[in-house]
């Protein structure tokens, strides 16, 4: 797997860990386990070489750095959901987030993120995350929707995407420009 990337990742000082494609509880249950240390799981204990622990000068790092990272598996196939309860019981996972784009293709709807099928899909894990306490979000370009998404128990949105948010900032810096020209004119 990619344990080796995610244990960079942790040790340059990410306090999150967002874990793609997880579709089983076991598959749950190694990527949590790639991120904390023993006896919780079974990252390296290299933590005096790295940035998180200030290069060792953090002195309770090693027994904090577990309750202060962050597991949040993303739920992006018609598998996951259907393992959506085992998913859910996996120790120390802290949240799951939805990737619709991903689900539609997986479900036969290739760019159909919002088709009725999908969306029962995501309502269907939602519902299984509100009887647990691990947190259940996705990702939507669409604010309408996020009143409905919050109804059927998302709690982490994702709202913004760095290269729709400058490609949307610089259309609108274009269409001003092309406005002001016109009006020299």
């Known amino acids: 797997g990619a344990d080796w990337a995610r244990k960079r990742g942790l040790d340059m000082g990410a306090q999150t860990g967002l874990i793609p494609m997880v579709n089983t509880a076991e598959e749950a249950l190694a990527a949590v386990r790639a991120c904390k240390y023993p006896p919780e799981g079974l990252r390296g204990v290299g933590a005096a070489l790295a940035r998180a622990s200030a290069f060792n000068a953090t002195p309770d790092y090693l027994a904090t750095a577990n309750s202060e990272i962050a597991v949040i598996l993303q739920i992006e196939s018609w598998r996951a959901v259907q393992n959506i309860d085992g998913i859910l019981a996996t120790p120390g996972l802290d949240g799951i987030f939805v990737g619709p784009f991903d689900l539609a293709a997986d479900m036969g709807h290739l760019g159909q993120a919002g088709h009725v099928d999908v969306e029962a899909a995501i309502a269907r894990v939602f ?19 996020l009143p409905r998404y919050q109804s059927l128990g998302a709690t982490l949105f994702g709202v913004a995407a760095d290269t729709v948010t400058l490609t949307d900032a610089l259309k609108d810096r274009a269409a001003i420009a092309r406005a002001q020209l016109a009006g020299t004119s």
Do not use: H, M
Request: net charge positive; aromatic share 6%.
């Open 127 to 145: 519902q299984a995350a509100r009887t647990t306490s691990v947190a259940a979000g996705l990702f939507t370009l669409k604010p309408q929707d």
